[in-house]
């Protein structure tokens, strides 16, 4: 078992629909990253969480620590959106620990 | 924020081959991390490198095969050594830095390697 696993795995909307991707982890952790690579392979960052929500534009990530579960959604999907979402958890050292990604496609 | 640049940005190379790999950031950071995210998978963390010390292998990763250098607060290089069409990768370094909002994960655009 993955320490860190995503869900789904594929995910394809309509313009305008409400996303939700879903991490699960098994270890303990410092904090939890969501973040957003596109198909030139460049890595951004969107939130780091260690409690509660963040909201950034579109964006909201939730995390229950006591369930090692987060949760990010995008509101209003728009194409631009369509990339890989991966979800890392950070853990002694600041090393992190990647889960497999979700492919979202956002059709126009 | 951090700013990172990686050279070469693509290369294919010949099996049995070496690659050196650099890793500039525009900041002064201590602790510098190599990636390594193969065809279709999540990335996977080869290295941890630190300015004056010897580099943290994780496990399933070794300097023989993957030596890196940290001369100074802003630069690092992965070496991929004796290459296998397996090692075929794209390889990122990653740093972790204040970026206004909070300390943050920043990773170059990354190196993508095929050998033949």
């Known amino acids: 078992k993955n320490e860190v696993e995503q869900s789904p795995q594929n995910l394809t909307a309509q313009e305008g629909e409400f996303i939700t991707i879903n991490c699960s982890y098994s270890?303990?952790?410092?904090?939890l990253h969501w973040l957003q690579q596109h198909p030139g392979g460049g890595i951004v960052s969107l939130f780091m969480?260690?409690?509660g929500k963040k909201k950034h534009g579109r964006l909201i990530a939730t995390i229950n620590i006591q369930e090692k579960h987060s949760s990010l959604h995008i509101t209003a999907s728009h194409p631009r959106d369509s990339a890989v979402y991966i979800c890392?958890?950070?853990?002694?050292?600041?090393?992190?620990?990647f889960g497999e990604g979700t492919q979202l496609t956002v059709n126009p | 924020s951090a700013v990172i640049s990686q050279k070469p940005s693509r290369d294919i190379c010949q099996r049995g081959t070496s690659l050196t790999i650099q890793c500039q950031v525009d900041?002064?950071?201590?602790?510098m991390f190599w990636y390594r995210q193969q065809p279709g998978q999540s990335l996977t963390l080869i290295a941890t490198?630190?300015?004056?010390?010897?580099?943290?292998?994780e496990s399933g990763f070794v300097i023989d095969k993957f030596p890196i250098s940290r001369p100074n607060l802003t630069f690092s290089t992965l070496t991929v050594s004796n290459m296998s069409p397996e090692d075929s990768s794209i390889y990122l370094c990653?740093?972790?830095?204040?970026?206004?909002?909070?300390?943050?994960?920043?990773f170059g655009p990354g190196t993508r390697l095929t050998v033949l």
């Open positions: 990653s740093v972790h830095a204040n970026s206004g909002r909070y300390n943050e994960q920043f």
């Open positions: 270890v303990g952790i410092s904090a």
């Open positions: 969480l260690s409690s």
């Open positions: 890392a958890v950070e853990t002694s050292g600041s090393r992190l620990t």
């Open positions: 900041s002064q950071v201590t602790m």
């Open positions: 490198a630190n300015q004056g010390s010897e580099a943290t292998y």
